[in-house]
């Protein structure tokens, strides 16, 4: 596959009730230094007034950069919404936006001038980029460095039988490529974007080029107890998966690694429960801090603290990396 040209790119987004947001997501991706050739904006049946803004934004913008809106017929999940903005879109090549994340001005430009200078020894399949952590006042809070940066990073992940992850409010990839894999799928739940990253890894090369080129919105009161477990248990599950691959093992489904789980020895249990709450009492109250909800983000922490005190000491390091990022100016 030639490396995308601006003319290819379709830009897709999808939605659910998040007028609050959408309209400066369309609008980071409007002030590209590279524009694509389209936006498809995909709303899984919002009962707000996302499809009123959006109509807005592609009447003001008419003649400058084609918005297209496509409303499901009914609620069907981000997957379903993802997956039918890609059907609608005309591009050979697809980026990729949440509708509360937004794009620096040169995204696309950086990506496509990477694809142009890739010189690998393997073919280039999928490219997300770093980005900055903001709250819902829009103010950096942290770097979002993830995804290897190199193809030798790309093939230790790989050798090892390590997901390969990017953020996919950054990736850009091929069409080709996506129908090739079947596109997204719901095997593996909320985890059906690391699903989707490794079918595409399978392929070829995936990494981040290492700038933060989009911002990611932690937003308060986004994370619910219930639907942490469940994405919690649906990348555990794929990350079984990918260890099995790796060593020639046949995969195993929900059911079969459920069960493994349960059966595990009560201390290994009680361990894989402790770290699990520490990192959903540092998810929770890192962005009730970051949102000003700072005497329950703080207790939150605090307990964070005491049941994974290396998930509190990555978080603190990634904090004073992204001060010290700003006061360098290098940000």
């Known amino acids: 596959m030639s490396a995308p040209d601006p003319a290819s790119i379709s830009v897709v987004i999808p939605t659910y009730n998040d007028v609050a947001h959408i309209g400066e997501a369309l609008q980071s991706v409007l002030a590209q230094t590279l524009a694509p050739a389209e936006i498809v904006v995909a709303d899984d049946g919002s009962q707000d007034a996302t499809e009123q803004r959006v109509r807005e934004l592609a009447a003001q913008h008419a003649g400058e950069l084609p918005i297209h809106y496509l409303r499901l017929p009914a609620r069907s999940g981000v997957v379903a919404a993802r997956n039918a903005g890609i059907a609608h879109a005309h591009g050979a090549w697809i980026a990729t936006c949440d509708s509360d994340d937004t794009w620096a001005p040169t995204k ?29 006042a829009k103010k950096v809070i942290s770097l979002a460095s993830v995804g290897p940066s190199s193809e030798e990073e790309y093939d230790r992940l790989r050798r090892a039988g390590r997901r390969v992850l990017v953020m996919h409010s950054s990736v850009m990839y091929a069409r080709a490529d996506y129908l090739a894999v079947g596109g997204y799928t719901t095997e593996y739940g909320a985890a059906d974007d690391g699903d989707f990253f490794r079918k595409m890894a399978d392929l070829g090369v995936v990494i981040s080029l290492p700038e933060p080129l989009f911002y990611y919105r932690k937003r308060a009161g986004s994370v619910q107890l219930a639907s942490f477990w469940d994405k919690r248990q649906n990348a555990l599950h794929l990350s ?51 949102n000003g909800r700072r005497l329950h983000g ?19 390091r990634n904090f004073l990396r992204t001060r010290s990022v700003h006061e360098s100016g290098t940000g």
């Open 108 to 136: 696309l430009e950086r990506q496509v001038e990477f694809f142009r200078g890739w010189k690998g020894r393997q073919r280039l399949v999928m490219l997300g980029t770093y980005g900055y952590n903001m709250n819902d």
């Open 240 to 290: 079984e998966n990918e260890r099995r691959r790796a060593a020639g093992q046949p995969p195993i489904g929900r059911e079969e690694f459920d069960a493994q789980m349960a059966a595990a020895p009560l201390f290994a249990r009680l361990q894989r429960r402790r770290h699990a709450l520490g990192a959903y009492y540092y998810r929770a109250g890192a962005m009730n801090i970051v």
């Open 298 to 316: 703080g207790l939150q922490l605090a307990l964070a603290g005491l049941m994974s005190p290396a998930r509190m000491r990555a978080g603190v």
